[in-house]
């Protein structure tokens, strides 16, 4: 009864959550200002946030983003059960600040069982970074302000109940709605319709 | 018995009114999402139960409360209680990180939710085996 009573608590507070405030430079795709704000908090090791990068987010930035209706937000949600996910999120975060986020992510993602496998983040980067890009960001992995983006990230996603990847975020006229694990592009181009037609 | 059957019967009632209070204020597509992400059902089936599992909770919730054949109501309370629980065993088994959708979205799917609903099957389980021997007993 204890556990019921907690859950339906949690869910109460859950519909009300926090809308999660701005993040690093560089992370967010799209208009600041458009209608529709989707924050989502990933994992690079982890297979689902993989299959919603490559499946969800892809279409979700041409037919939303690309068009000014959704403003679309990356945070690092580096979890522990996987080795290299919190240096691939400071890859990432390195690759931010010479303005390839997206490009270093979408990398990542793509040869995740590469680098998985051995922990050689470095060399799957050669082929999106040029030597310029990729010496700069080796030289940021241990800057403290990179590790602390990804905590601010991860304190984000804490804050706002996530508790697994990929977590989005669906922000609309100061409501927010928590969708998590891997969903079907077509069903969430369905709710962001439904949603902007309000 | 008698007490207990009383018992069980309110509390799955306020479990499934509240289940399908939490799902029906907020929109329908949010609730397709959490039941999509179970990766288990085409989009039209999706769809489909995303409309209509809310209403059939209400609807059991009520007529537990009423007491109203109460045999067939507490056996398809059952049959719905194994189902969630098999649907979770399995994502769970799985590993994918979702949303439990039992009480609308942002409660993620962990052993706790498990053991609540694996309670909540036994409790159903009982109140059916119950109403049957008590329907017997009287005839």
């Known amino acids: 009864m204890k556990n019921i009573l907690a859950s339906l608590l949690l869910a109460a507070i859950s519909m009300a959550a926090v809308v999660p405030e701005a993040t690093a430079p560089g992370k967010g795709v799209g208009v600041a200002t458009a209608p529709l704000k989707i924050d ?37 949600f580096p979890l522990q059960m996987h080795a290299y996910a919190r240096q691939a999120a400071a890859y990432a975060n390195a690759a931010a600040r010479v303005n390839k986020y997206e490009e270093v992510s979408k990398e990542l993602f793509r040869q995740q069982s590469v680098w998985s496998a051995n922990g050689q983040i470095d060399a799957v980067l050669t082929g999106v970074l040029k030597p310029d890009e990729l010496k700069k960001v080796r030289s940021l992995l241990n800057d403290p302000k990179i590790l602390a983006d990804i905590e601010q990230d991860l304190a984000l996603g804490n804050k706002n109940n996530v508790r697994q990847t990929p977590t989005m975020i669906v922000s609309y006229k100061g409501r927010s709605y928590p969708v998590a694990g891997k969903v079907d592009y077509g069903i969430l181009s369905k709710f962001l319709d439904d949603l902007l037609s309000k | 018995m008698r007490r207990l059957r009383l018992a069980l019967r309110l509390v799955l009632a306020a479990v499934f009114i509240y289940a399908a209070y939490t799902k029906l204020r907020q929109p329908w597509l949010l609730f397709a999402l959490s039941i999509d992400s179970y990766q288990l059902l085409p989009q039209w089936a999706v769809l489909t139960v995303a409309r209509t599992l809310p209403w059939l909770e209400l609807l059991v919730g009520l007529l537990l409360v009423s007491g109203f054949g109460l045999r067939y109501v507490a056996l398809v309370t059952s049959a719905q209680l194994v189902i969630f629980l098999a649907v979770m065993l399995r994502a769970y088994a799985k590993g994918l990180g979702i949303d439990c959708g039992c009480f609308g979205a942002g409660e993620a799917l962990t052993y706790k939710t498990l053991i ?22 009287s005839s």
Request: aromatic share 10%; proline share 3%.
């Open chain 2, 116 to 137: 609540r609903d694996g309670l909540l099957t036994a409790g159903a389980i009982v109140l059916t085996v119950s109403a049957f021997q008590s329907q017997r007993s």
């Open chain 1, 40 to 76: 989502v908090f990933s994992d690079f090791q982890c297979p689902s946030c993989k299959a919603s990068y490559e499946e969800t987010l892809r279409p979700l930035k041409s037919d939303y983003v690309a068009k000014g209706k959704v403003y679309l937000v990356h945070h690092d």
